[in-house]
C-alpha cells in the first residue's frame, strides 16, 4: 500500500523507544508501519505492500533471522535489513541464507547510515517491481519467437555467459581476476567462509559543501576522473571493488586471491590514491575547476565472504569487523588531520616498509576493541614495491 506515493517501511522491536526513534527518523520520507513482536508483524505484511522491513534481531518469542525468513513466504519481494547489538557468525550466515537479508546494521545505528540503507533498499525494491513486470511483458511477447530462436541461443549460450561475466567483473575487480574468473568461474562461487583481507575504505572530505557549491555537471566531471583514477589502482595493485557509494570507495584485498601481501597492496593503493589526488587537484585548481582532498582507512582481519544471488547474477557479501573499523578508522583521519590511518593488524605486516606515526588508540564507534592507530606517510625511500 502506497499513500500520497510514498513507499511503506515496516519496523519491528520490542522495545518502543527503539520504535520511535525509527519511525521519528523514517517519516519524513516513507510511510512507516510499526509492530512490536513478529507475529503482529507479520499481520501487517499480509494486509500491506511493504517495501523495506527493519527488525530487531533479538526479540522475546522469535528471533529477527526467524521472523525475516517466514516474512518470504508472505512477501518474497521486500527488501529486509536486520538490527544486530552483536557479532554471530552463525545467526549471519543463516540469515544470508534462509531470510535473504539485504544489509546488516549495528546496534547503535548511525542515523546517516541507516537511512541510506533503507533508501538503497526502497530503490532495489521498486527496480524489482519494475524488473518484474517488464519481464512479465517481455514474457508474453517472445512466446512466438522462443522455438524460432532455440538453437541460435543455444549456439551463443557460452559466449554470452562469458561476455555478460566480463562485464559484470570488469566493474568491481582487476582485469588479472576476470582473466581468471573467465577461465573458471567457480573462482567467484564463494560458500561462505572467513578469509584474511584488508579493508580499504576512502572518503571524499567536504563532499556535502562540494555538492551545495558546484553546479552538477561539474560535480558529475570531478567524480567521474576520481573514480577513472581511483578504482584504476584498486585495480593495479589486484584489489575488488565492493562498493561505491556517493563518495565512498570500498575495496578489498585478499578475498578473492587467497595470496600474501593484501595488506602491502592495500597500503601501497592508499598511498597512490593520495598522490593521484594530489595530481587531480593541481589539474583541477589549472582549469579553475573546485578541488577535494581524501581520507583512507585501512583495517585487516578475518572476514566471511559469500556470494549469494541467482544463475544470472551473483553478488559478493562481505562480513566481519575489519569492514567496520575501516570505516570508523577513516573518519578518524579528519580528527588527526591526516590522510592515512592503518589498525594495527595492517600495520604489522608493513611496519618494515613505511614511514610512520602512532596515533594511539582513541574509541572507535561500535567496536570495543581499541587498535593502535598509526599514519601512513609514505613508503621508506629505497625498497621494492608493494607485493604483487
Known sequence: MRVEGRASVLIVDDEPRVLDSLEALLAMEYRVLRADEPEAALSVLAEAEVAVIVSDQRMPGM???????????????????????FTDADALMTSINAA??????LKPWDPGELLHTVRRGVEH???????????????????????????????????????SLRAQLERYVSPRLVEAAVANPELLDLPGDWREATVLFADIRGFTRLIERTPPAVVIRLLDEYFEAMVGI??????????????????????????????DRAVQAALEMAAAVERLTARWKAAGLPTFDIGVGLSSGRLMAGTIGSGRRRELIVLGRPMIAAARIQRMTRLFGVRIIASEETFRHVSDRVLSRELGRPKLKGLAHRPALHEIQGRIPGLAGAGR
Open 100 to 105: 535473504s537479508v539485504y544489509r546488516f546494521l
Open 234 to 263: 584498486v585495480f593495479h595493485h589486484e584489489g575488488t571493488v565492493e562498493q561505491l557509494i556517493g563518495d565512498e570507495i570500498v575495496a578489498l584485498f585478499g578475498v578473492h586471491e587467497g595470496e600474501d601481501g593484501a595488506a
Open 125 to 163: 525494491y521498486e527496480l524489482a517491481r519494475e524488473r518484474e513486470r517488464l519481464l512479465g511483458d517481455l514474457s508474453s511477447r517472445n512466446a512466438e519467437l522462443e522455438a524460432a530462436l532455440g538453437n541460435l541461443r543455444a549456439a551463443q549460450d557460452g559466449l554470452v555467459r562469458e561476455a
Open 63 to 85: 528471533s529477527g533471522v526467524e521472523f525475516l525468513t517466514r516474512t518470504r513466504r508472505v512477501a518474497p519481494d521486500t527488501v529486509r535489513i536486520l538490527l544486530t547489538a
